[in-house]
């Protein structure tokens, strides 16, 4: 049923930086219904900020959590203190609202059984592709919730620069260089282009459309830090592209990997680029992509409010789902081998000293010369990464050549 | 808040066609919250039917009504007897679920303001898009909501029909029997050809994202069932691709059309390919793409199903915003201009001549020769449709060439 609330909406805030920013300045534009913030935690309430100071800015928790809020949202990011303060907030039956996506993959059966103890709504909207909402939705929708695979671009920050690279012909040091000069990467980067970001990310979506609990540490995660530039440039002439990818598979057993990964010109998510997100779920009835702006703070600050505005309106999901825990396999897809050596072995002894491990190649790019180095890569036939792993290493030691891959999907995965 | 609805959720079909059919089977699956078809409405009872048989199938609309239901499923399609059954439930206070694209965009205002007195909710995420759930994520979260534009591929027999001609190489009429033997298009096709189930969803879409109340015969509408084949030949040598579009932008003034409409391959639908539907949203804080299978019966019902399920759970949003009348403005586009002739006049002589009535080419395919005909299709930069069709009417009549045009978006909109 429809509840109209008229009333407004008291938030405290846990954290106040860029997107605690965003959310104050956007929450006074909401003119129908009020949304009023009663305080934030902050580690120095004497810095001097960007906003309309509220009442209350404080450093400590007891403090906030006695003003009586209507919602708490948790805007800290990492796993302490956010874990405690939000375990507090649902005790004292406080529906929260989180953009915090590092403490739902590490602590979200916890929490979910603390928000159903409580009978209190956590909302995670802004976690995860917060440009685009569909978590809440498939919460309350369990017929289009019936998904068994989905394949994501959930890290803004590696695709803009893969995106660069593969566009713009940027090497990956420059590309990162230009996502710090426009802050989407951080002085120290290392969590989006490590793939540890989009590794907590798919933990989330994997609690979320699966009901499993998947400690990210545990998921198959290789970053774009280790991508070769020249990797770019054989993806371009395989008539592909390379996308940081987040892919799983729990039709059986649970597959994952997140990674960059070699994508045919027509995968739907060949073209999600620069900064965008996107979430391809496969479906009992069909595929769905959802594709939108990656996580800037008013984004963020936007589907944290809208979160805050339904549980006002009492239209909120509950998260209280029991989650299965589960340890992910890896699964069996394309890869793109990249070779590089002064001189390369002949293509037709590569080739049979892979297939002799079981791996097949059906493309190819041709070779390349350059600074005295030949280079080729090579698309192979699905196996699995082991099966891969032994086949590269028998490459290097007969061929004494440098041998990498990253995954490969077809254009229907 | 979260709430637990164990109990069942009885309701009554009006309608038990394919999609009935397809509520009534899939239902029994839902094992977690029991869904229960206390009857339906038909036009004759006796009927043998393909579903185990509702305890009470009737063509009294009075004896269904007074069943007590808690929801009622209107599959009728059509304006009447739908509008006045969906009305008297709604008196009664009976939340409605409806997969009626005509009778939500011929009468939605009427509708939602029965249901704002009623104080119950009207839902439709089957009616638009039924493969992609969104209607509702949008209904209840106005920050993400805050949408301008819109661009979409709406009907899925068109997409099919043009995908055909595009990507196989079919005429337009083979693609249109072949939709015809995969029960895509109806043995009379026009409902889905001449744009009218285009121009619904969209007049339903602008009353969701808009709060705008359009009559679909004022949306100027095209029907692919007027494109030349040789214009689907000339859109690929231009790089790009004609897709079945419905769009709008309230920016300022409403502008709309539906209708077959050139777009470059970079555009984020150009690759929306076979009865796939999806929507591109321009929004406040970046673009949001959608995108999904087409509505079959399954994909309906599971829309229908969830609906239902929302409702049972408490979590339906309301539908009850007040509409204004509006009539939509002709937008200024590029378009695809195909000439056609025994002789063609000289390029130069078509471009100062179009150019003396403000249209400028920017792009024009090679003259092809076929059976003593000749034929070209140029791109023209941004004008009206008055403008474009005085320049066209000189055209015919200065040249004695048959000139015709479809809009063209750019790789943006």
């Given at each position: ?224 830090d280790l991508l070769m530039d020249l990797q770019t440039a054989h993806a371009r002439e ?176």
């Amino acid at each position: 049923m429809s509840i109209c609330v008229e009333t407004s909406i008291d938030i405290a805030l846990l954290g106040c930086g860029n997107v605690g920013t965003a959310v104050a300045r956007l929450a006074a534009l909401a003119a129908d219904q009020p949304v009023t913030i009663l305080g934030a935690l902050v580690r120095d309430p004497n810095r001097p900020r960007d906003i309309p100071v509220p009442p209350n800015v404080t450093s400590d928790p007891a403090h906030l959590l006695a003003s009586n809020p209507s919602v708490i949202v948790e805007l800290l990011g990492g796993t302490e203190p956010a874990r405690q303060l939000v375990l507090e907030a649902l005790e004292r039956r406080i529906p929260v609202v989180t953009a915090n996506k590092s403490l739902l993959a590490r602590h979200g059966a916890e929490l979910r059984e603390a928000a159903a103890r409580a009978g209190v709504p956590v909302l995670y909207e802004a976690a995860v592709l917060a440009g685009v909402p569909f978590l809440g939705t498939f919460a309350r929708r369990p017929f289009a919730a019936d998904a068994s695979s989905l394949t994501g671009i959930a890290n803004g920050t590696s695709n803009f620069i893969l995106t660069r690279c593969a566009r713009d012909g940027d090497s990956l040091a420059t590309a990162l260089a230009e996502a710090q000069r426009r802050g989407y990467a951080e002085p120290d980067p290392r969590n989006d282009v490590a793939g540890i970001d989009a590794a907590e990310k798919l933990a989330v979506l994997l609690q979320h459309f699966a009901s499993l609990d998947v400690h990210p540490d545990a998921i198959e995660t290789q970053g774009i830090d280790l991508l070769m530039d020249l990797q770019t440039a054989h993806a371009r002439e395989l008539g592909g592209v390379i996308k940081p990818i987040v892919h799983a598979d729990w039709t059986s057993a649970l597959e994952a990997f997140v990674g960059p990964a070699f994508l045919p010109a027509t995968h739907a998510l060949a073209r999600v680029d620069d900064v965008e997100n996107a979430l391809l779920l496969g479906t009992a009835r069909g595929r769905l992509l959802f594709q939108g702006p990656g996580a800037g703070a008013d984004v963020t600050a936007a589907a944290v409010l809208d979160d805050v505005r339904e549980i006002g309106a009492g239209t909120a999901p509950s998260a209280a789902r029991v989650l299965r825990g589960c340890r992910p396999d890896s699964p069996e897809t394309e890869w793109l081998i990249t070779l590089e050596s002064g001189r390369l072995p002949r293509a037709a002894d590569v080739a049979d000293l892979l297939s002799a491990y079981g791996v097949f190649t059906h493309r190819a790019t041709p070779r390349r010369s350059r600074d005295g180095r030949e280079s080729q890569s090579l698309l192979v036939w699905p196996v699995g990464r082991l099966q891969l792993e032994r086949a590269l290493d028998a490459l290097r030691g007969a061929a004494g050549c440098a041998a990498s891959a990253i995954r490969a999907l077809g254009a229907a995965a």
